[in-house]
């Protein structure tokens, strides 16, 4: 059998949708590079934070984010954001920056900040000899890779959703962050034109990281 070519998985969706887990789970049944950008925005927004800024400085967030030295560290199958060469650790899921990031993920020049660093992922996934890579967040099917090999939206029910977040013992405001993240006029969150929208409500992890796998399978063994 030829060899599959480099492939570029897209996974969006709202919060709490199952986007971590089951890219996670994918990454390891398909050896591709794992790249989590919510843990980017988190990142970022705890960096500002900690230099005291918030979302309505605005010339100060972007005098920030436009110099903020950024690098990749592969761990395993995961790409993790370096800030001036240290990787943030527990504080990207604390209170304080679920509070936060929704509203620095709504400022243009955050985003651009990122736009071709979350590009170069692509570049990383080669270098460490990964056969692709699957990234996830809200507008990587639109905006970052709107020409994915495979895009999938993965949805649950609001209350499920909410469930499953506290069962993992968080303080979390997914319902007002999905508000921000689909409102905002930059890069919103929106199911792509021509993505598989999944719903997960009733699904297993394992069922839904199947579905993926049958698609891109059932695909590439065509090409
Ligand atoms: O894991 P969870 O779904 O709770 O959120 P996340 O994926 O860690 O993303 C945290 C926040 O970052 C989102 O609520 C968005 O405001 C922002 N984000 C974004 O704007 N664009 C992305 N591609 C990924 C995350
Ligand atoms: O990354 P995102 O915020 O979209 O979701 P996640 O962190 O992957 O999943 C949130 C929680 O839902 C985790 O505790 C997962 O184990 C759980 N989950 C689930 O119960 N069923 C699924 N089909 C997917 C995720």
Redo the contacts with the bound molecule.
């Keep these: 059998m030829p060899e599959r070519p480099f492939i570029i998985v897209a996974i969006?969706?709202?919060?709490?949708?199952g986007?971590?887990s089951t890219s996670r789970t994918l990454s390891e049944r398909l050896h591709l590079l794992h790249v989590?950008?919510?843990?980017?925005?988190?990142a970022i927004?705890a960096e500002l934070l900690r230099r005291g800024l918030s979302p309505a400085d605005l010339p100060a967030v972007q005098a920030a984010v436009a110099t903020l030295p950024f690098g990749t560290r592969v761990e395993g199958r995961s790409a993790r954001m370096e800030i001036g060469g240290r990787v943030a650790g527990d504080e990207?899921r604390s209170r304080e920056v679920?509070e936060h990031?929704?509203h620095?993920?709504?400022i243009p020049a955050v985003?651009t900040a990122l736009l071709a660093y979350?590009r170069g992922q692509a570049a990383v996934a080669r270098q460490h000899q990964f056969k692709g890579l699957v990234m996830?967040?809200?507008?990587?099917g639109s905006v970052?890779f709107p020409d994915a090999d495979f895009r999938f939206f993965l949805q649950a029910d609001p209350v499920e959703r909410a469930r499953r977040?506290a069962s993992e013992g968080q303080h979390?405001s997914?319902s007002e962050?999905?508000r921000?993240?689909s409102s905002?006029k930059t890069?919103p969150?929106t199911i792509p034109a021509g993505a598989t929208a999944i719903d997960s409500t009733h699904l297993t992890l394992e069922q839904v990281v199947d579905r993926l796998v049958a698609q891109i399978e059932g695909r590439a063994s065509r090409v």
């Design positions: 969006d969706g709202g919060a709490a949708s986007k971590s989590d950008t919510g843990s980017f925005y988190r927004t990207i679920n990031v929704s620095f993920a709504a985003r979350q996830e967040g809200r507008d990587i970052i977040r979390d997914i962050r999905d921000l993240d905002r890069s969150l």
